[in-house]
């Protein structure tokens, strides 16, 4: 899908209506080059086209076919893939991600954390930087949880310093400070 349209099939080296160039296809990863910028892809990720750096610093994302909100990102320069999660405080994440990006977790503030599934031990920590699309935001709170997650959750610690606006089946985040 692009831009929140209709799915497409496009073969390798085709290029679509709207610039987009399908790279390399592996496993279940897709590269693609926009606007003269390669990204990789994963398979049902949702990210639309994003403003260059030198306008606003936004990213759009488009519901997958739960409504749910997904992207890939990064935490302290590592790939991360988030679900939007606006009942979440923090950005949040499992402990193997956060040994993964390089985080000493156990030097962060124990505590319980109060999750979906119950309650859960939690370290709050704090974050160098969190990547979404062209959104860099620097010391961002975040919770990594004992055991691990199936995805990361972009909480509020992130979405609170930004704009989010739905339109339909597409959100964008925008930056604010």
Do not use: C
């Not at 320069?77 to 000493?104: C, E, K, N, Y």
């Not at 505590?111 to 160098?128: E, H, I, P, S």
């Amino acid at each position: 899908m692009i831009d929140g349209g209709s799915p497409k099939l496009v073969a390798i080296g085709q290029t679509t209506a709207e610039g987009v160039r399908v790279v390399a296809i592996d496993g279940e990863a897709v590269t693609l080059e926009i606007e003269g910028k390669r990204r990789v892809l994963r398979m049902g990720q949702n990210v639309v086209s994003q403003k260059g750096t030198d306008g606003p610093q936004e990213a759009k994302l488009v519901a997958d076919s739960r409504g749910h909100y997904q992207v890939q990102g990064a935490i302290n320069g590592q790939s991360v893939r988030f679900l939007v999660d606006t009942g979440a405080t923090m950005v949040s994440l499992g402990a193997s991600d956060a040994s993964r990006i390089g985080i000493d977790w156990r030097k962060g503030q124990p505590g319980m954390a109060q999750t979906a599934n119950g309650m859960a031990r939690a370290w709050k920590v704090r974050l160098d930087n969190v990547r979404v699309g062209d959104i860099t935001l620097n010391g961002v709170d975040g919770l990594v949880h004992e055991s691990d997650m199936p995805i990361a959750l972009l909480g509020m610690s992130f979405l609170s310093r930004t704009e989010m606006r739905n339109e339909g089946s597409t959100m964008t985040l925008k930056k604010r400070f």
